[in-house]
């Protein structure tokens, strides 16, 4: 679709894009230097990174902290996952989406466990069923159900032994995989339970976001796949993440 746009366009677009980022991060940065000579009582600010003038780190901000540790962890298992989804898509492209699933599972249970695990695969499979009966209004219930339940996420995670990071991390998750799901059973378009699973398990989306239609995330592309648009795809998801971290921070400041 974009390969038909005027490239002074996507060029404007790109400039639109990026001087957006560049100022929110401004923002961010001018908003911490404003509050850097308070006495603040307690350890609540460090000395921060020495590129960016010696500013304090708010150690107050364990979401933040969550997210940077969390990449730390998942970046790893980004470089197999594209790596072997290269591989896949130039021998048997078909098998594209149970690896998906399989990469996904292996992180999850390497991660939180079994138990904890199947916990997160519980979801999907409850709305894939909901999806199969073709009912909207008990999908709608099963959403509010769960909204409720997960007031209530905290106590049930206190009976298995989770970091307070995963037990963060596993909170987004579930929010994240709740929207895959509630989005692809109001769809109408007809998809395998491979295809389902694929969707709203995608390792690179799965805790971290942004949220995408199933449309584009099966949508073939009209030119080859190679390694630099899987990159770009992988930054852009990246950024996207680092914008809802830096969003965080930003809270955390005012």
Request: aromatic content about 18%.
């Amino acid at each position: 679709m974009t390969s038909s746009l005027p490239r002074s366009e996507l060029v404007l677009y790109f400039i639109l894009w990026t001087g957006g980022v560049v100022y929110s991060i401004y923002n961010v940065y001018s908003t911490g230097r404003k509050y850097y000579d308070l006495n603040r009582p307690g350890d609540e600010f460090t000395p921060g990174w020495s590129w960016l003038g010696g500013a304090l780190q708010d150690q107050s901000d364990y979401e933040l902290e969550s997210w940077f540790e969390f990449l730390y962890i998942l970046g790893p298992w980004l470089v197999i996952h594209l790596s072997v989804s290269l591989l896949i898509e130039k021998i048997l492209q078909e098998a594209l989406c149970s690896w998906y699933i399989l990469v996904s599972v292996l992180f999850l249970w390497e991660y939180i466990g079994i138990s904890l695990s199947v916990f997160v695969l519980l979801q999907p499979c409850v709305f894939y069923m909901l999806r199969w009966i073709g009912n909207r209004s008990l999908v709608w219930g099963a959403s509010l159900l769960f909204l409720i339940s997960m007031m209530y996420f905290n106590y049930f995670l206190t009976s298995e032994k989770v970091s307070d990071q995963q037990s963060y991390m596993l909170e987004m998750a579930m929010y994240w995989t709740h929207l895959r799901c509630l989005s692809l059973s109001l769809d109408k378009q007809q998809y395998s339970v491979v295809q389902y699973f694929a969707y709203t398990l995608y390792l690179p989306t799965l805790f971290l976001g942004p949220h995408i239609t199933i449309y584009h995330f099966h949508k073939k592309p009209s030119h080859t796949v190679t390694l630099s648009h899987r990159l770009l795809n992988l930054l852009y998801v990246s950024a996207q993440s680092y914008s809802h971290a830096g969003s965080q921070a930003t809270q955390s400041i005012v």
